[in-house]
């Protein structure tokens, strides 16, 4: 009954698992999430108060399926001031997510056959994404032992006359790398060289630790922003992931393909969420930064736990809100008799016997790791970290 398309999809790790968290929260069992991208906090009170005003004033009737004019003005004006980028709002669309804005861009360029490369580990809907479009995802791990840095290397190596995109997040998830000026600088040149696209997912970019800074990929140079769609959204750094606005900016003759996509899928995003993203992108910057310093209060806390265990090691990473520890050596030890494997197997374990809940690096194509959000209460994490070090100190050497 299914088409082939779906028969071939694979289910969202991350969502399952967020169901399955759901269902023992629901039998009375106490879990403690660190599986869910999103923030614990409350979207900020200027962005409450805009959107409470837009239902006031009638603002609930259809916008323009690429976004109120307002709203991609002010995207305009975010993208000139924060990246050094210029668009025009007819180079902006504004969809129900930053998700939607991916998919709307991957099945505006990628033809059948056509390659996307991906270099992992990445995020899990990347790769189900292209192959929803009929193109050919084509890995290209980084290395953990460099911090999991965008190697460009690799990735021309990769490059072939079928190559039609690259997906690049920077900042990272699931690893919290943030990628350097002068990595994705070659990339750029790369892509305008080889001509192919590259869509530059920048949803964390204002969640950045120890003085490291974002580089927004169009903004290297017009050659370079001509190959390029930005994506991002008010989700992660605003705390408004139940809002569900994203928005992408790109060539014209790109966004207007997506806009005619969106037009005849779901048409407009949220029209309220649009109003409270004009005031979000204007007015709430001091309340992002507040949160950032928070979430960096945490992360340095999760690794400095982390590292003390035995038998983990993790990288420090330097934006979003994961860690991405490596539980490899983990794979050999058992635990009432059976044999943890794999990154499942050690995230099964950690959350039937620690009743907290991590994703398996598997997931995000990092056999070897497991990924940890902190985007949670102090409290939590501590409480967290102390179930996972004593669920730690029970596992057995196989003998």
């Not at 800074?213 to 922003?225: G, Q, R, V, Y």
């Not at 994506?231 to 992660?236: A, F, H, T, V, Y």
């Not at 997506?258 to 409270?276: E, F, Y």
Request: glycine share 6%.
């Amino acid at each position: 009954m299914l088409s082939e398309r779906i028969k071939k999809m694979k289910p969202s790790a991350t969502v399952t698992l967020t169901a399955k968290v759901a269902e023992m929260r629901k039998n009375g069992i106490d879990v403690i999430g660190f599986n869910v991208g999103e923030p614990d906090f409350n979207t900020p009170d200027v962005i409450n108060v805009e959107a409470k005003k837009a239902i006031d004033d009638g603002f609930t009737k259809y916008t323009p399926a690429s976004g109120a004019l307002d709203f991609k003005e002010e995207i305009c004006n975010k993208l000139l001031r924060d990246n050094n980028v210029k668009y025009t709002p007819s180079q902006i669309i504004v969809s129900s997510g930053a998700k939607q804005s991916l998919i709307n861009s991957i099945f505006t360029i990628v033809n059948k056959g056509d390659e996307v490369i991906l270099p992992t580990p990445c995020w899990v809907s990347y790769i189900e994404m292209v192959k929803l479009a009929e193109g050919i995802p084509v890995i290209v791990p980084m290395e953990e032992e460099k911090g999991f840095a965008l190697d460009v290397e690799k990735i021309e190596k990769a490059v072939t006359d079928k190559t039609k995109a690259i997906i690049i997040n920077t900042p990272n998830n699931p690893t919290g790398a943030v990628y350097k000026k002068e990595h994705i600088e070659a990339l750029g040149k790369l892509a305008v060289q080889k001509e192919f696209f590259i869509i530059s997912d920048e949803i964390y970019e204002k969640l950045i630790y120890d003085g490291e800074k974002h580089i927004c990929t169009a903004s290297l140079s017009d050659e370079i922003k001509e190959w390029t769609i930005t994506i991002n959204g008010l989700s992660k750094a605003y705390s408004m992931t139940g809002w569900r606005i994203g928005y992408a900016a790109g060539p014209a003759d790109i966004v207007k393909g997506m806009v005619a996509l969106q037009g005849h899928t779901t048409s407009n995003a949220n029209s309220i969420a649009q109003k409270a993203g004009v005031i979000a992108l204007k007015e709430a910057e001091q309340d992002v930064e507040k949160m950032r310093m928070e979430f960096d209060r945490r992360r340095q806390y999760i690794i400095k736990r982390l590292n003390n265990m035995d038998g983990i090691s993790c990288a420090e990473p330097k934006g979003a809100f994961y860690t991405m520890p490596n539980v490899k050596s983990l794979f050999e030890k058992e635990y009432d008799g059976e044999k943890l494997k794999d990154s499942f197997g050690v995230a099964d374990f950690l959350l039937k016997e620690a009743r907290i809940a991590v994703v398996p690096g598997a997931a995000f194509e990092s056999p070897d790791n497991i990924r940890i959000s902190y985007s949670n209460s102090m409290e939590n994490i501590e409480k967290g970290m102390n179930r996972m070090e004593e669920a730690l100190n029970k596992l057995k050497v196989k003998r």
